[in-house]
Structure formats: structure tokens, C-alpha cells
């Protein structure tokens, strides 16, 4: 990993990107798992976020690791540093999450599209009919909705440590410690 941008300590300036990233991933989250009619459009975004923001992470994790190197160990730091890898651990465990919770939605939804209507106009034609794949489709509906609890964990967990180490590296960084 890169120590230094333009001659400048990499960590400062990369640890940004997931101050940014991770937040919206988890405010991503939440939409998708709370408005169902949003999450076609949300998707991507949540995603996208939720990628962007386990690597950007995973990067500022690595950069802080060295720079806390170069700075020497203090107590601080190292409570920053554990904050680091908290923020680091949860972002890379929303995206996992969010990735499966998206594919496993868009099977249901390609499973849904193929499936007969009920039609309200002749409310007998569906009756005697046998359910087509219905344990599959009952799988992936508890799978669904266990990904999407563990979806909001991960994002309460996600955004509780990045604002930990934020707020650890802004006292840091304003009482002249880092």
C-alpha cells in the first residue's frame, strides 16, 4: 500500500472516502430494507456505496496502520487504530451482505415474474391449481428476510464505528496528537 500522496501522509487523505462512502451505504440500507417499493433503484446504489466504502476502508486502515507507525504508538492512537478496524471490518461485512441481499431480491423478483398473476376479474382460475416451485420461492423469501436483518445490523454496526474512529482521529488531529 502507498504511505504518500503528493508528499503528504496518505491516511488524512484517504480516510475521506470512507467517512463518505460508508454512511451512505448505510443510509442505502436502510431504504432498500425499509421501502420495498425504492429498491429497484436503490440497489445499485447500496451496492456501489457499500463496495466502495469496504475499500476505501480497507485502504485507510492500511494508510492509518503506517502513518500510526511513522507517528509512534500512543494511546490514542491505538483506540483509533481499533476504531480503524472495527470500521474496516463492518464495511467489508455490509457489502458482503448487501451484494448476497441484491442478488438473492432479483431471483425472487425474475421468480415472481414467471409465476401466474391472481386475477381479480375471475377469481376461480386459480383455484386447484398446483404452486409452482413454491418451496423455492418460500427459501428464498426466509433467506431474504434473514439477509435483510443482518443488513441492518451490519449498517447500525457500520455506522457506529466509523463515527468512532472519525470522532477518535478528529480529537486527535485538533489537540495536536496526530
Do not use: C
Not at 425474475?110 to 420461492?137: K, L
Amino acid at each position: 500500500m502507498f504511505e504518500k500522496v503528493f508528499g503528504l501522509p496518505a491516511h488524512p487523505l484517504v480516510v475521506h472516502a470512507a467517512v463518505v462512502l460508508v454512511p451512505i451505504a448505510v443510509l442505502a440500507s436502510f431504504a432498500y430494507v425499509l421501502v420495498p417499493r425504492l429498491r429497484p433503484k436503490v440497489g445499485w446504489v447500496l451496492v456501489l456505496s457499500a463496495l466502495g466504502g469496504a475499500g476505501a476502508a480497507v485502504v485507510a486502515y492500511e494508510t492509518g496502520d503506517r502513518f500510526a507507525k511513522y507517528l509512534g504508538g500512543t494511546p490514542a492512537i491505538d483506540e483509533h487504530g481499533g476504531f480503524g478496524k472495527d470500521t474496516r471490518n463492518m464495511a467489508v461485512l455490509l457489502a458482503v451482505v448487501a451484494v448476497v441481499l441484491v442478488l438473492v431480491e432479483r431471483s425472487r423478483n425474475s421468480r415472481r415474474a414467471g409465476q401466474p398473476r391472481y386475477d381479480e376479474r375471475n377469481q376461480w382460475t386459480m383455484v386447484g391449481e398446483p404452486r409452482q416451485n413454491s418451496s423455492g420461492s418460500t427459501v428464498l423469501t426466509v433467506v431474504s428476510i434473514v439477509l435483510m436483518l443482518a443488513l441492518l445490523a451490519t449498517a447500525v454496526g457500520a455506522a457506529v464505528s466509523v463515527v468512532r474512529a472519525g470522532d477518535t482521529g478528529a480529537r486527535m488531529v485538533w489537540s495536536g496528537v496526530g
